[in-house]
């Protein structure tokens, strides 16, 4: 066993006994609903749950003042949107702002926002974090590989990094020697690791593993996919790469986790201590037919300080049914995240979908990249006009696409809709030739 890991783990179970253990006792709840979702005390606690934040949200939210209905499905549909336009109406009474902690996102809508979270919903996503980690197989304290964006509120400082057990791997500029390198060093570490990133990038390790004919089979405890679906050159890619299935986890920066697969078992299972989830139709307010894709709408059950009811996610998927066409409402078939086209920087490589900047620290209400050419690209933005500001972003695109990219700022009223209702955020009009 790892001395270091085990150091951390001890650290952090002994700290959290001596505040009364409030992780451990989520962690322990969350386990035990996530493995039988559908008991009668399960569906008793959800429904609970969800009564005491509804009830919450009328008592003490400016705008659900005039409210008066206490069924979930009497409530409106929310988005990015109305939180945006009703600004501090969708806080309750009674927080601090200044004490609350931000998480700044734009997601699959191309809309910037920021939620708001309070002591007790950060204190459920740290359990949430843990207890999703272990049902992939990861033991907390143990070294983890993180693949992905490493800017603005990711970043992480080398103690902290530390002490959480954190390798941060940045995506971009993760090309085919990089990756051959990052897997030598999961071979040459003394105990196995995690791996959690973008499904693209995970993908890239087994591309260059699959070309030397090597594996960190035996290194690796847990392969936790996040930020697009896996493809199946992943999904047999990591069993061949790793030695562990690929578990696929549905999450956004404003909730938290709301979906992980299981492995070895279809579908994403519903975070339902965290969430009630519901697959609305892409034109209405209303259920999705048993089986058809439509709009996730999450309602956040922890997150007291800005109430998420009813929240349109900007992703679609669907609920599995069972043989006897019955909706089954803790499992998702389907989730299909953010919607991006291949992009290309001005030397004709292809970029990490991951890498184009969410942009949420800049005042937009919505913003779209369109490739029209080589290394020309056309910025949409639905904003004030602001010379300064997109300055700044036009500088922000500049270190993913090349100091020598044309980047032409364009205003629009409205970035459109797809026929899914969604946005999307990168749009490719030009593709470099074979």
């Given amino acids: 066993m790892d001395p270091l890991a085990l150091a951390r783990r001890t650290a952090f179970w002994t700290l959290d006994r001596l505040r009364g253990r409030p992780v451990a006792s989520a962690v322990a709840g969350i386990t035990a609903l996530h493995h039988d979702p559908g008991s009668p005390a399960a569906v008793a606690t959800r429904r609970a749950r969800l009564a005491r934040i509804l009830r919450h949200t009328r008592a003490t939210t400016p705008f659900y003042a005039a409210h008066d209905g206490d069924t979930l499905e009497s409530f409106p549909v929310v988005d990015k949107s109305t939180f945006r336009e009703n600004g501090p109406a969708m806080l309750a009474s009674g927080y601090d702002r200044e004490r609350l902690h931000p998480h700044r996102t734009s997601g699959s809508t191309g809309t910037p926002f920021t939620a708001l979270w309070d002591d007790h919903k950060v204190m459920r996503n740290r359990a949430d974090t843990i207890a999703h980690a272990q049902l992939a197989g990861y033991r907390l304290g143990g070294p983890m590989y993180y693949l992905r964006i490493w800017d603005g509120q990711y970043r992480k400082g080398r103690l902290r990094q530390l002490l959480e057990g954190i390798v941060p791997v940045e995506v971009r500029?993760?090309?085919?020697?990089?990756?051959?390198?990052?897997?030598?060093?999961?071979?040459?570490?003394?105990?196995?690791?995690?791996?959690?990133?973008?499904?693209?990038?995970?993908?890239?390790?087994?591309?260059?593993?699959?070309?030397?004919?090597?594996?960190?089979?035996?290194?690796?405890?847990?392969?936790?996919?996040?930020?697009?679906?896996?493809?199946?050159?992943?999904?047999?890619?990591?069993?061949?790469?790793?030695?562990?299935?690929?578990?696929?986890?549905?999450?956004?920066?404003?909730?938290?986790?709301?979906?992980?697969?299981?492995?070895?078992?279809?579908?994403?299972?519903?975070?339902?201590?965290?969430?009630?989830?519901?697959?609305?139709?892409?034109?209405?307010?209303?259920?999705?037919?048993?089986?058809?894709?439509?709009?996730?709408?999450?309602?956040?059950?922890?997150?007291?300080?800005?109430?998420?009811?009813?929240?349109?996610?900007?992703?679609?998927?669907?609920?599995?049914?069972?043989?006897?066409?019955?909706?089954?409402?803790?499992?998702?078939?389907?989730?299909?995240?953010?919607?991006?086209?291949?992009?290309f920087d001005t030397a004709g490589r292809s970029i990490n979908p991951m890498a184009v900047p969410e942009l949420t620290d800049h005042d937009l209400r919505q913003y779209q990249l369109v490739q029209t050419g080589p290394g020309a690209y056309t910025l949409r933005l639905n904003a004030d006009r602001d010379a300064r500001r997109d300055g700044r972003i036009r500088e922000e695109f500049l270190r993913v696409l090349g100091r020598d990219a044309d980047v032409v700022v364009e205003y629009v009223d409205e970035v459109p809709l797809l026929a899914s209702g969604k946005r999307q955020i990168v749009v490719s009009q030009w593709q470099p030739p074979p």
């Fill in 173 to 343: 500029g993760l090309d085919e020697d990089r990756a051959r390198e990052l897997l030598e060093a999961i071979r040459r570490r003394r105990s196995p690791v995690a791996l959690l990133g973008y499904a693209s990038a995970l993908e890239s390790l087994c591309r260059a593993a699959a070309r030397d004919g090597t594996s960190v089979t035996g290194h690796v405890d847990a392969v936790v996919a996040v930020g697009e679906a896996p493809t199946e050159l992943l999904r047999a890619g990591a069993s061949a790469t790793f030695g562990r299935p690929v578990v696929a986890r549905y999450s956004n920066t404003e909730n938290g986790i709301l979906a992980q697969e299981r492995p070895g078992s279809p579908g994403y299972r519903v975070n339902v201590a965290g969430y009630a989830v519901e697959i609305l139709q892409h034109d209405a307010d209303l259920p999705a037919p048993p089986g058809h894709e439509g709009r996730i709408v999450v309602t956040d059950l922890h997150n007291r300080a800005m109430p998420f009811i009813r929240y349109d996610t900007g992703d679609v998927g669907s609920f599995a049914v069972d043989a006897h066409g019955e909706v089954d409402d803790t499992v998702l078939a389907t989730v299909a995240g953010r919607t991006l086209d291949s992009l």
